[in-house]
């Protein structure tokens, strides 16, 4: 039941094509650029009066949050519905796992429901991979955030949102500034903006909240914001995870928002035409002053909407090369038998 | 963002037309009784095999109850599906406010996500009515109830059902029975059938259950069921709200079924073709008895389904006449370009 | 409202077909193979790219839940949705009953919002079974597990699977292995495979796990796995209920598996093309072991298949015997008005 296969290329099929979306890592530039463009054509129709299409239809797509996210599984939610799939929400901590049924069994089972696609969320940095490479490889897994791992669908609503206000990533400078440490969007984001040609990839931080190993996935590291600031086109601040921060890694939210909180002084350091952006949600006063958070150089409520794009775009791109798959796999094994 | 306006025309576009329904005060007898009217056009569709129509296929509604109501929500989800909308529920209590983020920035990502209508029900008197003036005028906000101050999709659909059964509201005699200061039901009520026309409206209550300045609303004030019963052609029976009552209002359960409890013998006060409503869910033995509520003047069920056509009503005049205004806006614009 | 009827009549309208599907009992041979001919057009489709049939569009589905059950509600939402119906889930217990309304009252609510179908899951036996006789007849039920009595779709989706592997239920030896005492499956599946024919239904299990009247159910009582499973044809294990497991009815989970576990090597006993089921979910090593759940002999995930194939048969086939009483009743109103 479970293919071998090279870890690279578990999340393409056979003909290169996307049909798990795990991880920004590992995957080719032209694929980060299909998602894009796929996008595009997606995030008109959130204007139109009908923002429908009916590419999913009859597809089934359950959304698996063992973490729980409201917002993000409202925007998988709504672009599995504006493609016309069947959409089933579980929360699988009070499902049969409680009954003692093993996670694979639960899954198992839902795979055999005829599931097209799993939008999985979890706390532990792995889970969506284990379940597409041991558990259920031909539903086509979406990674809605894992641990500190990755959030790859995040990193791509803000290359989206990038792309549309900057043309294109050739000489862009961008800062992701906050704590680097807990944050699964940042990884993204770094892997994609290398992946997709950025020119510099700055992350700023106090030193508390970089990881050690920073330097070796390719950005320039900055612990003040003036200079990291300086020139840029594009800022990603992060959301301070109060929720997340185990033990004395910070003073206090006070000299925080004074040393790395985005204010309007600190923004002139950056270029005149830079965006502003944020995964959301935002904690005024904490990691954002308001002023920037609702002021003209804020993509912030974009993002949103972009975001509904890019989840039908890869949901759309992931179950076709998974239906592609199969038939690959039909062709393969018929000229085997003749 | 936020557009200045006549308080009195937030409900309305610039063409007169329903854009949010937050309270029957102020909306003119021709938007009521359109709302009847169109409502009318969808209560046959219960009965028919197919119960579903177009009309907001690609919309979202986005149902956000910050009160729980398990049988409001199933009413507008229900009526969202037969007008063929994609519906969102949200739970905001659990939500993104919990990591906080403020109300504000939670309703604006919402908005962001390309909503078409919001239906609101809040704990708190003006809920409604503050988000589609400050927070997101552009999305259609109904109201599902806030606080004591209105439950105007209630009353729309008690007035469906008096206009049903007794065909106009001229020369018409309601009397509203029961805990009238706690009721958001009984407020909608009154203003509605003064706006419709009705002949004489009248508050039966003990005095400790109702409010001050009552005669203000234009209402005929009872203490006596006898008197207060006398020859009306509707009797509105309202809830006993035992779990708002705060403080020693009543005397008893039992003295109060006794004094304002509709039993059959006192329905006799009324006109014969009487008809007995009740927003439900009622209380057996404690407002109402139970050979009235089930007996043959009463139309309680009736009101429930008539409830899904008001809400198909309400949801796809708003809806329609947001998108109105957005064109009325764009061409006022390149007006003003020219 | 509530209709006489004769008792064994419940479940079928006046031209004997499916109106509620209550319990196999009393049901005749040729609508349980009606419901397993209807699941073979549907068994089909989930193997399609486009899963969806439009039996049911703009029909309503509610799924009361009065007892949490996440996989059972899972495939009758799935049922529902691909044959496109509007659905809605109903958590009853937070309900309206909360605020003391009555349980009919709630049920004729949701009907009067024309609800064509209810999935009742209860934890008292006779629940839906009193739903379809006293408190809303019209509406078509379906039991989805009510207390000790009956299950009956999951043992109509065991004979499904059945039927598909073995062919006919002819001549077919059929071993039911476990806790028998505490199953509503058990009871349902000895029910079905007696009216449909199969030669032979045995009941495995130690004398504390067995009801006192078993052999009135038509079944032959075994002890020992040895004897029970000798040239079978087919295996049922059930799950060892511990939730439900109140007093010392057992030794030890050890000893349970050591006598009634399904290994590899009691498998022997059986025939060579025995084929293993288990209606989920299962418990790995303390009623049935990994490498025979997982074998070659294992069905149980086709089961799962099949069983929104046979959700989906059920509910077409009893809301559109609903659909055919009420022009029943109209045409003989007709008639005994002329």
Known sequence: MIPEHDPQRLQLNDAGKLRHFLTIEDLPCEILTEILDTAESFVSMGEQSVKKVPLLRG??????????STRTRATFELAAKRLSADVLNLDI????????????????????????????????????HFIASQITPDVAIINAGDGRHAHP??????MFTIRRHKGAFEGLKVAIVGDILH?????SQIQALNTLGAAAVRVVAPKTLLPRDIEALGVEVYTRMEEGLKDVDVVIMLRLQRERMHGALLPSEGEYYRLYGLTQEKLTYARPDVIVMHPGPINRGVEIESAVADG????????????????????????????????????MQQENNQ
């Open 296 to 331: 003209p150089r804020s993509v912030i409520l974009q993002q949103v909407s972009y975001g509904i794009a890019t989840r039908m775009a890869v949901l759309s791109m992931a179950t076709g090369g998974q239906a592609q798959q199969r038939e690959l796999s039909q062709s």
């Open 93 to 128: 901590k009070t499902s049969s796992t409680a009954k003692g049924e093993t996670l694979m069994d639960t899954l198992q089972n839902l795979e055999a429901m005829h599931a097209d696609a799993f939008v999985v969320r979890h706390s532990e940095s792995g889970a969506a």
């Open 183 to 187: 944050s699964r969007v940042a990884r």
């Open 153 to 158: 669908t995040q990193a791509m609503l803000d």
């Open 59 to 68: 597809k089934t797509v359950m959304n698996l949050f063992f973490e729980n």
